[in-house]
């Protein structure tokens, strides 16, 4: 039986575009003799598509393309994902019923046994998490077990399946239903139960998370393992968004032995048809396995990030791309990236000084420019700030200095890059890092402006990272200067931030990168109570997983340390919050980007009853 | 039995304050001989928190002071909303188990009485539709009935209550529970079989949404009614958000005697302690009903935003606010809403003019300020509109006239607005209405900015109704200029929108303001297809609920009528995607706001099968 794992690249919301794509791969499966052709979770219309799901037209379009499927499947098996819709029936909503279904297909007929309500199957665990709704816009197998008066275990059933004259019984899982670590539901063992099963398959629509795939691996080949059945994982790749956050789709899609090799391992970010045979993945001691990259390193971060940049231009249309940069780290990062990506003939680098710009990052701004091959512009903007003053204060309207730094950093993106942007038909980037962002350290309509944040989930060591890869691994060339890794980095905006005085930003990133990420990433979240509760036990740095000894460099006393915190805090849960709101699309890398999967309000800081009194025990002992 | 439903103002996120506002009031009523005091759903965390469930110290926090509340319950039975937490098991997501709980307390103890698994009861039905995500944070009765092996029916089971020696029956619902039109399960009738239930208590965390009340009237005076028993519905009052939208909570806390009359209604947006006596609520023929106000009219947008705005102001700490004033409709009604709520000398206007500017609207927010009484300025940008273009053409970088448009815009928010705002020390506003935001008719950085976009949750007329209710009924004077109701609507950004030449904006308000809303608020969201297939039937006005014989009016041949329709679609599902993720903050008025209650992704337009065929066959008979 020979099996083919369609790794392809799914549009969201296209599915005229995936059924024409996914027909083709069909008439070519068949004429290489494909038995069993796999193709990822919602295939068909793509999975984050918003409130969609509430439009009649488009879920009767993806039935329509579904069925042009099931009517192509003439002497080839086919699986895959699409939304089903019982017409009949409600959602929970009082919308109609939806499901995120599997199905089957074979010789023009969906593959029905009668051990299932309905000619396809349903996803069972339907995550709430992270960036998924699905029991917005989806019935789980669990929800309509509690309808029929039945167990869900006794509704999970495997799919029998003949080919060539011999019949299977496939496992069919939609993506989560693979992760029932924390469930009480387990499908796999279930469905075994119920079989038993010869091979399991798990469609999915999974978006890449650094680190994700090592676990995958973990958790899935120890399930293999355990049932000793082969499983193979269909993922697909392109990106999807929520809106505020992007996610790139990975693909990785695996075959597993039933002894839990790695047998078969698509490319990561590539549209891939591997082929594998059932007796290959059947045999108790198959060939060697094949080694899976490890996704945990600044390798795998550039990768999600090249794709997902190239992938959002193309979907939005984009070729010309305008950068301000600052002579900093992070505009040159950005720069490289675009430039790479889309070549440095359709990437613009604009330098804005204003009169508290030193040379230094102006004469870095230009020699990054000439190092990429951008086309550079200085655009000195102290003409218009020495307006803006003027008109104020012509209106009484007198403003500080800190008024004026954001005046600065508005007149930069609002006025200057966002109209050189329109000249050329093209856009401006939000550079802006995930440090920065955390705590609001930008201007609203200022540098947190753009049509994309692209670097806004890496934090500020991950984006210095960034760019020694860039230089060593992608230009093989210095093409970010060497001092940029090792100017302090500053906005320069004041005085207070003269970069040749040694002064800048007031973050102190050895420490606060790890203690953003301990408030924002930490599936436990960390808040001030647990943090003084560590501080207190002397083991901060531990569990924030920065450098041993840094509490005590950085704070004389516990009031400093206190004072740092609850500053901090109060940034991250209070006035970054109300920026975030009107910030740029973020670029997911980690296990939690801002945006769709950081659902958060717009309310005032809290102090737990607990760490209001850990503190007065502390300062006044 | 004297019972009281305490409609209290609950500030999310703030355990503390609401807390010690409820043990006052529990100290208080034991005074008045209270016997059984209600309070809210989620009455000491609040609900919209986003991801704040994730943080164990606030949970812990949550649970200290509910066991505050408990120990508080000496001669006196109290029944509040909490988060239970049971730290033995795991949510589905790996995290710690949550509920939405009920907890009812008496005499320093949790009322138990081993028909139920825990000391408190859970929420059955949790909505996740438009702003509600329960199932991301809570375990729902049905999901415990799952992992218990039991039926759903099973638990639903009335919490038993003796009070002066006298034995109750009561029938716990939070929220959703009393709304199970959708469901399979429906907790009253079941609550009421295993009962019977001498009185059905919900005790609600409901946003204000137009018509809803008139609708929950409707709704719960049934159930009261077929089941035979009299119900409380208890609502906090207060603003809650999920970031991009913020929602009013209304309070209108209600009692429905067994005949379904309504016997008690506690006023909106505003705290107040009702009192009934369970004897009024049984006997049969009680005393005359109240009138419940209807809540689908102008009055109550007014009430809703009035109220909105005032608490969104006071959380954030704002005091100062800064308007800008085009001579416009919606600028006019916005600064007449804010002088109104934080008085004239908090409000500071600021027009704008470039060369495109007439004196007709000049004139027109001139006038608006005197009328209100606020201070008033004059900054014109034409001298930094000339600076900019300038600066583009001498970097070669040439500005078209559509691209000076938005150089306007963004000049008179990002530069002008936002520094004023600042200056004062405090906001500028978002005038945007909700047609403009439907489809992007606004700069981003320019008028699709500013700290809250009050209007953006009504469409063109219903701004225009607003303006002519504060005239007539707010401040009994033409304070908004009678002008400014036959103005024609435009953006004075190009001589092509010449108001006094009587052009304006592309949009035909009385059909797009229709058209508009069927693409967003119907429950069956309306798509091309639906139109197209109504053009053809000639119902689209009925569809719509616009005057009759407008398309004909309007659209001369089919081809004009699709060419319309294809261009709003492609801006709404398009770049007015792209346009509302970094737009400010949305108000909630309708059953639907751009937002959190509005998902979507930023993703190609899309036309289905059935309507290019259809359109097909329209242009091609």
Redesign the interface.
């Given at each position: 039986m020979k099996i083919s794992l369609a790794q392809i690249e799914i549009?969201?919301?296209?599915?005229?575009v995936n059924a024409k794509k996914m027909l083709e791969i069909v008439r070519q499966s068949r004429l290489e003799a494909v038995d069993l052709l796999l193709f990822p979770e919602m295939s068909i219309p793509?999975y984050?598509?918003?409130?969609?799901w509430?439009?009649?037209?488009?879920l009767?379009?993806c039935e329509?393309?579904g069925q042009k499927l099931v009517e192509a499947s003439e002497n080839i098996c086919l699986l895959f994902g699409n939304v089903a819709i019982d017409w009949r029936k409600?959602?929970?909503?009082?919308?109609v019923r939806k499901y995120n279904a599997l199905f089957a297909a074979q010789n023009g007929r969906l593959l029905s046994d009668g051990s299932f309500p309905y000619p396809f199957r349903i996803k069972t665990?339907q995550?709430?998490?992270r960036e998924f709704?699905d029991?917005?816009h989806f019935f789980s197998l669990?929800?309509l077990?509690?309808?029929m008066?039945l167990?869900?275990n006794d509704l999970l059933q495997p799919v029998s399946l003949c080919i060539n004259g011999k019949c299977f019984k496939l496992g069919c899982l939609l993506c989560e239903d693979g992760w029932s670590?924390?469930?009480?539901?387990k499908p796999i063992p279930t469905l075994h139960k119920n079989g038993p099963v010869d091979l399991f398959v798990n469609l999915s629509c999974s978006p890449f998370t650094l680190g994700k795939n090592n676990k995958r691996h973990r958790v899935f080949s120890r399930m293999a393992r355990e049932i000793g059945v082969p499983l193979i994982y269909v993922n697909n790749v392109g990106i999807?968004?929520?809106?505020?956050t992007?996610y790139t789709f990975d693909g990785c899609s695996t075959a597993y032995g039933p002894g839990g090799e790695t047998l078969l391992h698509c490319r990561p970010f590539e549209e891939q048809l591997c082929h594998t045979m059932l007796s290959e993945l059947t045999q108790i001691s198959p060939a060697l396995p094949v080694t899976v990259p490890n996704d945990n390193g600044i390798d795998s971060i550039y990768s999600c990030l090249r794709f997902g940049i190239e992938r959002f231009l193309r979907?939005?249309g984009l070729s010309k791309i305008v950068v301000g940069v600052s002579g900093g780290i992070d505009s040159a990062v950005a720069a490289a990236m675009y430039s790479h990506i889309i070549g440095p003939q359709n990437v613009l680098l604009i330098n804005m000084p204003s009169r508290f710009n030193s040379q230094t990052t102006i004469n870095l701004a230009q020699k990054l420019a000439s190092n990429l091959g951008c086309r550079y512009?200085e655009?000195p903007i102290h003409?218009?700030i020495e307006?803006?003053v003027r008109?104020?204060e012509a209106?009484s309207?007198?403003?500080s200095s800190f008024?004026k730094e954001?005046?600065q950093a508005?007149?930069r993106?609002?006025?200057?890059l966002?109209?050189?942007a329109?000249?050329?038909g093209g856009a401006f980037t939000c550079n802006a890092n995930k440090s920065e962002l955390t705590i609001g350290y930008c201007t609203?309509?200022?540098d947190e402006?753009g049509?994309l944040a692209a670097l806004a989930d890496l934090w500020k060591h991950q984006v210095y990272a960034l760019g020694h890869h860039l230089n060593q691994h992608v230009f093989t060339a210095e093409v970010i200067p060497a001092e940029n890794f090792t100017l302090i980095p500053s906005a320069e905006l004041s005085a207070d931030q003269d970069v040749d005085a040694g002064k800048g930003d007031p973050l102190i990133y050895p420490y606060h990168d790890y203690l953003f990420r301990a408030f924002v990433e930490r599936?436990?979240?960390a808040?001030?109570?647990?943090l003084l509760g560590w501080y207190i036990e002397g083991s901060v740095e531990k569990n924030l997983g920065c450098e041993p000894d840094l509490i005590g460099e950085i704070f004389s006393t516990p009031a400093d340390f206190i004072e740092d915190l609850e500053h901090w805090w109060k940034l991250y849960t209070g006035m970054a919050?109300?920026k975030?709101?009107?910030?740029?699309?973020v670029l997911a890398v980690s296990r939690r980007a801002f945006g769709f999967d950081?659902?958060?309000?717009?309310?005032?800081a809290?102090f737990?009853?607990?760490?209001l009194n850990m503190k007065e025990k502390l300062l006044n002992p």
């Open positions: 549009i969201a919301g296209q599915p005229k793509g984050l598509l918003g409130d969609t509430e439009q009649t037209a488009f009767r379009d329509y393309w409600k959602n929970d909503d009082g919308r665990l995550p709430n998490y709704d029991d917005r669990r929800k077990a509690e309808e008066s167990k869900v670590d924390d469930y009480g539901i999807q968004n929520n809106g505020k992007i979907q939005t512009l655009i003409e218009s307006l803006t008109q104020m209106a309207l007198p403003l008024m954001n005046v508005r007149d993106s609002s006025r200057i966002a109209a050189a329109a000249s050329i609203l309509y200022g402006s049509f599936w436990q979240r808040t001030p109570e647990d919050v109300a975030r709101i009107q910030a740029p699309p950081h659902r958060e309000a717009q309310n005032p809290y737990t009853h607990s760490y």
